[in-house]
């Protein structure tokens, strides 16, 4: 995770087209300026951030599955539930399903596990539209490089 | 347009966005008169591909309006949008 730049995942793991499903996973970084806030003495990774997490997840699923035609905007949460603390150092398994591709419009379910038990989960919603420019694109292309997104999975999905 | 149909995207409506089911008409604009916004209408889009097992082309009809070559009547008035709805289905088991 770099926070600071608000990439909420470090890799993705395992892109599978035909099951329409993503693993990725992340690291909560030990020290960060939020967990003097958030909690002084008490350093909680905010939930907020985990969902961040969870739609940034879902969101290269989304990518993965319309062929990076479509950029994903975070639209709408339904059903999100924080089940346990996320301390700092913590390793995290996310996974997402797409639950149902739209016209212009994606939902999808995802969780996050520490240690294999659920830590949260929730189903979102996302607009596809169109990348704005050639080089907003460019910059996801860029992050899918960081991320080790499959690429050539796209070829044989 | 079958009137089954119109029950359950009328159905959908009502239970999405909260709207008595009683002032839900056939000739009711989705926007205009159920006063349904883009965010709410993605959550009825998705309850009706469900329900239907379609995908509403909702790009290409928003393209169209957009384009001035179509009016929002022609898919957001619950009676056209019904038989649009129709279509999709018929023409999936064709």
């Known amino acids: ?157 | 347009m079958m009137s089954s149909t119109f029950e359950t995207v009328a159905g959908i409506i009502a239970e999405t966005c909260d709207i008595p089911r009683e002032t839900i008409k056939p000739e009711s604009h989705a926007i205009n008169d159920l006063g349904i916004d883009s965010l709410d209408f993605l959550d009825i889009a998705f309850a009706i591909d469900k329900a239907f097992g379609i995908k509403m082309p909702l790009e290409q009809w928003t393209q169209e309006v957009n384009d001035g070559k179509a009016t929002t009547d022609q898919y957001f008035q619950l009676n056209n949008l019904c038989t649009r709805i129709d279509e999709l289905v018929a023409a999936k088991s064709a």
């Not at chain 1, 607009?127 to 420019?133: D, G, H, M, N, T």
Request: glycine share 6%; aromatic share 10%.
């Open chain 1, 1 to 157: 995770m770099r926070l600071e730049y608000f990439q909420l995942i470090d890799r993705i793991v395992e892109l599978d087209l035909r099951d329409q499903t993503i693993r990725t996973e992340a690291r909560v970084p030990t020290e960060s300026t939020i967990f003097e806030g958030h909690f002084p003495g008490y350093p909680l990774m905010p939930g907020v951030l985990l969902i961040e997490a969870m739609a940034q997840t879902a969101g290269w699923l989304v990518i993965a599955v319309t062929k990076f035609t479509r950029m994903p905007f975070f639209a709408a949460l339904k059903e999100a539930k924080l089940r346990s603390f996320v301390s700092p150092g913590q390793t995290l398994s996310l996974s997402a399903k797409l639950v149902h591709e739209g016209s212009g419009f994606a939902v999808a379910k995802a969780e996050i596990r520490c240690d294999g038990k659920l830590a949260c989960n929730a189903e979102i919603t996302f607009r596809l539209v169109e990348f704005p420019s050639p080089d907003f694109r460019a910059n996801m292309e860029k992050m899918a490089a960081i991320l080790e997104f499959p690429m050539g999975t796209l070829a044989h999905g």
